[in-house]
């Protein structure tokens, strides 16, 4: 299942199984993990660290999504709509992309990923 979240005003997230998150709210802040299950706006999360063994809950607005250097993207920026590439730098809340394609490099809000290529 697939939620869709604003993050800011101008953001919108689409969450769904499997993408890698970020806590961005509450005492659990800057945990990481993967989404396992998603009920309404309750999100079933594993997360990332060996204090955590079992998954938690949390809500759609207590999380981003987290990319790394060296994931592989997708992104949906009107400007860029459909070109894939990898992150090759990050520059707070904008990734740096070098295109597949025109191996161009491309900056754009994490906002625009739907998801992570293998």
Known sequence: SIIKTKTSKNDLLSFSSGDSIEVCEGELINLQGIIIDINGDSIRVLPKHEAFK????LKANEIRKYFSIGNHVKVLNVRFEGATGM???IDGRKAIVLSDGTKDEVSTRF???PERFA
């Open 111 to 113: 906002s625009f990923f």
């Open 87 to 89: 992150i090759v730098g």
């Open 54 to 57: 079992d998954e938690i809950l």
